[in-house]
């Protein structure tokens, strides 16, 4: 597994859990408006974009999560028993099939993107889905700023307005905030976490009154004394690492919604009894004046759109001071929901360990493991969940993704009892996406300084994925012959079983596979004491 498909695991988690809890807060957002501060609400969506942010989750039993586990979740049918030593193949073992070297590059690449499994394609395009939003949004972002830089500030003619808006910022304890006017936006706006800035349409200071522009800065200045600018990166952060949940862009469009209504809230608590309705006049005054929100991505405006400011006036016109009920109520919510986005479901009892495991990461009993592979890249032993005619298998698998060399389980036994004979070696043999040289048996006849007969099915390999099916190789014992010398190997990457090993004598109506024309130097030396017959064909022992 690579580091982008874990992230991706992490985050899908963590998306569907919290798309299950933003369900039940919005089905409840609509219940609690009017009872409940929408700062609280807003702050509740806080709470849930950093739960999405922060992958992080404590298991309990009262955690709604334990609801939602599958019923069918179970350990795994296959269990691996790991020696220490082999831990770290089983992690990164894999059957997908890459070519190995020497091999076209094309054919290399068609392999590699063969290997990937449905969850790596997924991890891959979300990993493209969230690169291509970040460099957007980012782009947009200092597209905006470079204009904006271009614009100019408040102009000689808008001087008395400019006054008012300076006035106003002085009075609500802001210093160093420019004002700018801009075609970029088409109602008044605040841009900039660090370096706040105040926009205004061109035209439109001179059509408000001093105290409908007070009213207007005073809701901007909400928005910077609440941080509220910087709620909207958090929650823009949610959509780009999300952006394939629904419900988070749903969660989104809510958050920004609260968000204006808290910071009407926020202005409303600090005027005079008289005042709201004015506040409330001013919003739909500049309804009529603009026609457009703000373009900026990272921005707030007064007037987000028509469908939004009628439930702002509505709220400002029935606005009441929150009673201690209200805000222990809404307190108790915002618990509550932060509480839910940290747990997680707790994990299933797992079964007790078996004595005996069902995929073992070390050769039968009675088998040597070896070949001219690189150490680590294959991984050998028994596997009863893989069975021919109710009989275990032994296996062979490629653990890197490209492989060089091949890996072999072999036994070696003396010739003695066998010289002048006939023998068959076969198995049954099922692969799974094997590639490149393929699954064999083999099998060599020694003699005390040369190798007498010798067939590696070299020219039938077993390639791709197959179900069971029997192969053979024929030899002859000759005089003096000292070992027997048999196995299966597997060349190049896939996963190769085998079951039902024999070896028996056959008459000479069986044709010899025999692919040596004539006796050839041996490259080792024969053990100097030999088992007299084969051991474990079976794989009963592991």
């Known amino acids: 597994m690579n580091t982008m498909e874990s992230i991706f695991r992490v985050v899908l988690d963590t998306s569907w859990r919290m798309a299950c809890l933003i369900l039940v807060f919005l089905a409840l957002r609509s219940l609690l408006h009017g009872r409940v501060s929408s700062r609280v609400l807003f702050w509740v969506w806080i709470a849930v974009a950093i739960r999405l942010l922060i992958p992080f989750s404590v298991a309990a039993k009262w ?31 894999t059957s997908q099939p890459t070519p190995s070297a020497p091999v076209p590059f094309l054919k290399v ?17 979300w990993g493209i889905g ?16 470079h204009r904006l830089r271009r614009s100019s500030p408040v102009t000689d003619s808008a001087e008395a307005a400019a006054a008012i808006v300076a006035e106003a910022v002085g009075g609500l304890g802001v210093r160093g905030m420019q004002v700018t006017v801009t075609d970029l936006v088409g109602a008044p706006a605040l841009v900039g976490i660090f370096r706040p800035r105040l926009l205004f349409p061109p035209g439109l200071l001179g059509k408000l009154s001093p105290h409908e522009i007070q009213l207007i800065v005073a809701h901007e200045l909400g928005h910077h004394q609440r941080r509220d600018l910087l709620a909207q990166a958090l929650i823009h952060a949610t959509q780009i690492l999300h952006w394939f949940n629904p419900l988070v862009w749903a969660a989104a469009r809510a958050a920004r919604h609260d968000c204006e209504l808290a910071c009407d809230e926020y202005v ?36 987000e759109s028509k469908q939004q ?16 009920a209200r ?5 108790a919510l915002l618990a509550v929901v ?31 493991a070896g070949g001219s592979a690189k150490k680590g890249t294959f991984v050998a032993g028994v596997d009863r969940s893989q069975t021919h005619e109710g009989r275990p298998s032994a296996y062979i698998k490629s653990i890197e993704p490209y492989i060089k060399g091949f890996y072999t389980m072999s036994q070696f036994i003396s010739a003695e009892k066998f010289i002048g004979k006939r023998l068959r070696y076969s198995a049954w043999i099922k692969t799974e ?5 393929g699954a064999h048996l083999w099998f060599r006849v020694d003699g005390k300084e040369t190798q007498e007969q010798f067939d590696n099915m070299g020219s039938r390999p077993v390639m791709d994925t197959t179900g069971w099916q029997q192969y053979s190789v024929v030899l002859d014992v000759p005089q003096n012959g000292v070992s027997l010398n048999y196995g299966f190997f597997l060349s190049g990457a896939g996963q190769g079983w085998i079951s039902g090993v024999k070896i028996e004598e056959v008459g000479s109506d069986v044709p010899s596979t025999n692919t040596m024309k004539e006796p050839t130097p041996k490259t080792a030396r024969t053990p100097f004491k030999l088992p007299d017959a084969p051991v474990n064909l079976g794989f009963d022992q592991v």
Request: with cysteine; net charge positive.
């Open 130 to 145: 969230v690169t291509v939003l970040l460099i957007a949004r980012i782009r947009a972002h200092r597209r905006f700023v």
């Open 433 to 437: 996406n094997v590639s490149d040289g």
């Open 268 to 303: 409303v608590r600090r005027l005079g009894s008289t005042e709201p309705q004015v506040y409330g006049a001013t919003l739909l005054k500049i309804l009529g004046l603009v026609s457009q929100t703000p373009r900026a991505a990272l921005g707030l405006g007064i007037v």
């Open 338 to 368: 932060a509480g839910l986005s940290l747990t997680r479901e707790t994990r299933a009892q797992q079964p007790a360990v078996v004595t005996e495991p069902t995929v073992t990461t070390t050769p039968p009993k009675g088998w040597v």
């Open 109 to 125: 690449w068609l392999a590699r993107i063969a290997a990937r499994s449905s969850m790596q394609w997924a991890a891959l395009a």
């Open 63 to 93: 955690s709604p999560f334990n609801l939602m586990r599958l019923a069918d979740q179970k350990p795994p049918a296959v269990p691996f028993a790991m020696p220490a030593a082999d831990a770290s193949h089983a992690v990164a073992a």
């Open 327 to 331: 805000t222990v109520l809404a307190c």
């Open 309 to 324: 400011l009628k439930r702002r006036i509505q709220m400002i016109i029935t606005h009441q001071q929150s009673s201690f």
